[in-house]
């Protein structure tokens, strides 16, 4: 895809990987970036930081109604969505399937289910009919590295993030035909809130990548058109000699 004159909805865009995106389809000649978070204050700074073309708004993606209401304002006040970047998500620390803490581990399956896995079918579900409508439009998930191979992360992480995947991969040979383009984001480390505190070689790769390296991969490989986008390629080998 092309990035001049489009109007690009980005969820997580407060912090990190998100707001680096947002950023980078502005340079890339957007005319609309939306810039939409939980945090609705920091999604007003990543889009005041962007300047005139980019738009701030509030939005749990936990909450299947709150998706829907931002398709139809953003789809009524800017225009019809030519892609949405589903990225907002949770890390879920230290939680596992067989230690119960009273309760709270069953929360944060919850909670990641919802916002790693259920938010991007909600967008998919709001979306799809309308960019269909008008002859396709383009989706892009983030998932993880995690979602490949299950020793990244938490196990809700990795669960949900495999999820993920398989649901890009279902999305896109269900929509195919109907002119809707989907890709999934399977970063590994990258410096964010998410990753504070967790240092460079924790897991089985070196690398912290910047935000802004990993969104200058993600719009190559959009404008390729990559289903799968792997900004670190050393996981697949370490996937094939695992
Ligand atoms: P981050 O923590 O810096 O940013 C996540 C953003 O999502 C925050 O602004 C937060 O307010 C927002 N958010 C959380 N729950 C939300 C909700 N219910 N509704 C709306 N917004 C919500 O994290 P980062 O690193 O930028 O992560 C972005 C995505 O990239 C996530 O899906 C994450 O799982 C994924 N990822 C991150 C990696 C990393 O190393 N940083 C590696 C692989 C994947």
């Avoid at 502005?26 to 204050?41: F, P, S």
């Avoid at 269909?132 to 383009?138: D, F, L, S, T, V």
């Avoid at 490949?148 to 929509?175: D, F, M, N, Q």
């Avoid at 991969?217 to 996937?239: A, G, K, N």
Wanted: charged residues 20%; negative net charge.
């Amino acid at each position: 895809m092309e990035f001049q004159g489009k109007i690009i909805v980005v969820t997580g865009a407060a912090s990190g990987i998100g707001r680096a995106l947002a950023q980078r389809f502005a340079a890339e000649g957007a005319k609309a970036v939306v810039c939409a978070d939980l945090n609705a204050a920091g999604a007003g700074d990543a889009a005041a930081a962007i300047g005139a073309t980019a738009t701030g708004y509030g939005v749990d993606v936990s909450k299947e109604d709150e998706i829907a209401r931002l398709i139809e304002t953003v789809e009524r006040d800017i225009g019809p969505i030519d892609l949405f970047c589903s990225n907002a998500g949770i890390y879920s620390k230290n939680v596992g399937v067989l230690a119960g803490d009273g309760g709270g581990a069953d929360t944060a399956w919850q909670r990641s289910w919802d916002i790693n896995v259920m938010a991007h079918v909600w967008a998919a579900r709001h979306l799809a009919p309308r960019m269909i409508a008008r002859g396709g439009g383009y989706l892009l998930n983030t998932s993880s590295a995690g979602g490949l191979l299950s020793e990244i992360g938490s196990a809700p992480y990795a669960v949900t993030k495999h999820a993920a995947v398989g649901l890009a991969e279902w999305l896109a040979i269900t929509l195919g035909d109907d002119g809707i383009k989907v890709s999934v984001l399977c970063p590994q480390l990258v410096r964010s809130a998410m990753t504070a505190g967790v240092a460079d070689g924790n897991t089985p790769f070196d690398g912290m990548m910047e935000p802004e390296e990993l969104a200058e991969i993600t719009v190559r490989s959009l404008e390729r058109e990559d289903f799968l986008i792997l900004p670190h390629p050393q996981v697949l080998d370490y996937m094939r000699n695992k």
